[in-house]
């Protein structure tokens, strides 16, 4: 083979090397798209499936910190005895107990969200057992002082719920 009939193999293949390198990107890109298009579209529909179950989590721990806040649990919860150690005690396991049965949700919201709402059930035992500390000698007196303390201070409870709003609301955007 001589020099002239190598340059005129190169001459014929080199266009058909350029088209396939062509075809291949353009292969490549197109095959790319496709299964972007398809991840999305599962996505979508696991959203679709996965979104009433999330707004669901979302709900029951806002009912969740609604019964807890300090206002409401107290008027909710009155003392079976005129012990105020006995009223203390109940409050804190109506709280522990509630939680309890909400655990399940913590796998349908975010960890942040999840630990603020542990946050705030911990602060809310918190008033409670500070009140228990006062001079307060029954029950009645106890309900009196947590009552105080809450109205002092914003519940705990506010702060979660703001975040859970918050939260909720990005599932929208």
Request: aromatic share 10%; with cysteine.
């Amino acid at each position: 083979m001589s020099g002239d009939q190598i340059f005129q193999m190169f001459a014929y293949l080199l266009p058909a090397l350029i088209t396939g390198a062509v075809a291949f990107y353009f292969f490549r890109l197109h095959t790319n798209n496709e299964e972007g298009r398809r991840r999305y579209l599962l996505h979508k529909d696991a959203q679709k499936d996965t979104l009433p179950v999330r707004l669901q989590a979302y709900e029951r721990m806002t009912l969740f910190l609604e019964r807890i806040t300090v206002n409401n649990l107290v008027v909710r919860v009155a003392p079976k005895t005129n012990h105020k150690s006995d009223y203390e005690n109940l409050l804190i396991n109506q709280i522990e107990t509630e939680f309890e049965h909400n655990l399940s949700q913590q796998i349908y919201i975010s960890e942040e969200c999840w630990n603020i709402i542990k946050t705030a059930k911990n602060a809310t035992i918190r008033i409670i057992r500070s009140a228990g500390m006062s001079e307060s000698d029954n029950a009645d007196k106890l309900r009196e002082d947590i009552l105080n303390q809450a109205m002092e201070k914003s519940s705990p409870s506010s702060a979660a719920l703001a975040f859970i709003k918050k939260e909720v609301k990005t599932l929208w955007d």
